[in-house]
């Protein structure tokens, strides 16, 4: 474990780690956009299978997904290992999410809807599954916006419980991923029970966090 942490510390501290993390976040962009230049451009009619629009929501929903349950692994990893470079791409991470996911609502808009607002309403009001999508999306927008450093030093201590939220929208995006399904649950099953292990650690971690604090309290 120690000559792990050795490797993973120097990969950390490496020059090359950041870019290569925003390389890995912008890479299922790219082979979508090249996916969707293939199937537009008549050069592969099936690049993007029978149902494009289906193709696009699918993918750039679960990228999205991915990437905010990527988001919230890093602290507890970071706190279970000590690897705590890890927490400077956290920010990063939560802001690629965001991009899918304004991917996934664009396509939503554009393709699935036409643009047809009084459509989309309907289905944010009568259609739950898009209800709790819209839900996430909301939170994911504002934590997006307030992810500058501007923010952070201009809300101070409430831009952490604003951030909180995070969860919320994790769990709302995993309802609507589960909800969405016509048949098969078993793999947004998954994926809702890999976010409540996350939610488990966070609070094993806070309580342990808090009985130390009692202790150094009452410590003389
Ligand atoms: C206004 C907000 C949103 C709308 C209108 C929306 C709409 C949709 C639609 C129409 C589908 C396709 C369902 C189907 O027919 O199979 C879908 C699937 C999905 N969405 Fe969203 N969505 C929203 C927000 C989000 C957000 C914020 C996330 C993640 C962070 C997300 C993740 C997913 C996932 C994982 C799927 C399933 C993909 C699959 O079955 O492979 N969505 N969404």
């Not at 501290?13 to 090249?34: I, M």
Request: positive net charge; proline residues 4%.
């Amino acid at each position: 474990m120690r000559r792990l942490s050795v490797i993973v510390n120097a990969a950390l501290a490496s020059r090359a780690f950041y870019p290569v993390v925003w390389l890995a976040c912008l890479t299922p962009a790219l082979l979508l956009g090249w996916r969707v230049y293939e199937a537009f451009t008549g050069a592969d009619p099936s690049a993007l299978g029978v149902n494009p629009t289906e193709t696009l929501l699918h993918m750039t929903g679960r990228d999205a997904l991915s990437l905010l349950l990527l988001t919230l692994t890093i602290t507890p990893i970071r706190r279970l290992t000590g690897w705590n470079r890890l927490q400077s791409i956290r920010r990063t991470l939560g802001v690629w999410s965001f991009a899918y996911a304004l991917m996934h609502v664009t396509c939503y808009v554009v393709f699935d809807q036409l643009g047809d607002i009084a459509g989309i309403w309907d289905d944010v009001a009568n259609r739950p599954f898009i209800t709790m999508g819209m839900l996430a999306f909301s939170i994911l927008l504002v934590l997006a916006g307030t992810s500058t450093n501007a923010s952070i030093r201009w809300l101070g201590r409430r831009w952490q419980r604003l951030h909180r939220l995070v969860y919320v929208a994790a769990a709302a995006a995993v309802v609507h991923f589960v909800w969405g399904q016509k048949a098969d649950i078993r793999e947004p099953l998954e994926w809702a029970a890999y976010l409540a292990v996350l939610f488990a650690i966070r609070i094993g971690l806070a309580v342990r966090k808090r009985r130390r604090a009692v202790q150094a309290a009452v410590t003389p």
